[in-house]
């Protein structure tokens, strides 16, 4: 299996390069396999996979998490389109507590985003109609889900008009929010 784990400097956000073949007919490629993410040490005990479509550019999502003892990693894969994913390490303790990375992700890339518990991320949709594949490693539990205002964290969207939600809209700012993530501990 020739998968590939870069980490960035959010310690255990992961950067994955897929297992991929081509030939003449096509190509063939492997976006999972749990004995490789296990051996990483990476959790992937994952319970539901869903396709988001993003109608419109300019659509933020997030920044989203799901609070103990449901807490959820993540793996992403740009099926069509292209976004910027955002993610901030929420885990009291951590050398990156607070701090926000930008991976950017597209259907030309072959790579993959793993995104660990206490991490809450959020998407800048780059162009029209863009689908994401992802994988949670636990099922959805509405009334454990969270998240941080997307524009607490000083982040340049450049001149935009976002398309955003009101749920989205009016989560709490990073200054307001108390974390229930502690690095090493309960995620």
Not at 43 to 64: A, P, S, V
Not at 105 to 116: A, T
Not at 176 to 181: A, D, G, I, K, V
Request: charged share 25%.
């Amino acid at each position: 299996m020739s998968f590939v784990f870069k980490e960035t400097k959010i310690p255990g956000l992961m950067i994955v390069e897929p297992h991929y073949h081509e030939d003449l007919r096509g190509s063939n490629m492997k976006i999972f396999h749990k004995e490789t993410f296990e051996n990483e040490g990476l959790k992937c005990d994952f319970g539901e996979t869903m396709i988001t479509t993003n109608l419109c550019k300019n659509t933020i999502r997030g920044f989203h998490y799901q609070k103990p003892p449901y807490t959820q990693c993540k793996l992403y894969y740009c099926l069509q389109g292209a976004w910027n994913n955002y993610s901030v390490d929420l885990r009291k303790g951590s050398p990156m507590y607070g701090k926000v990375i930008c991976i950017p992700m597209n259907e030309k890339e072959r790579k993959l985003l793993y995104i660990p518990d206490g991490i809450a991320n959020a998407h800048l949709v780059l162009e029209d109609n863009t689908k994401v594949l992802y994988q949670l490693g636990s099922k959805y539990m509405p009334s454990y889900e969270g998240g941080v205002r997307w524009d607490s964290f000083g982040i340049d969207f450049g001149d935009i008009h976002p398309v955003i939600t009101d749920r989205d809209a009016a989560l709490p700012r990073m200054s307001e929010f108390e974390s229930p993530f502690v690095y090493g501990e309960n995620c």
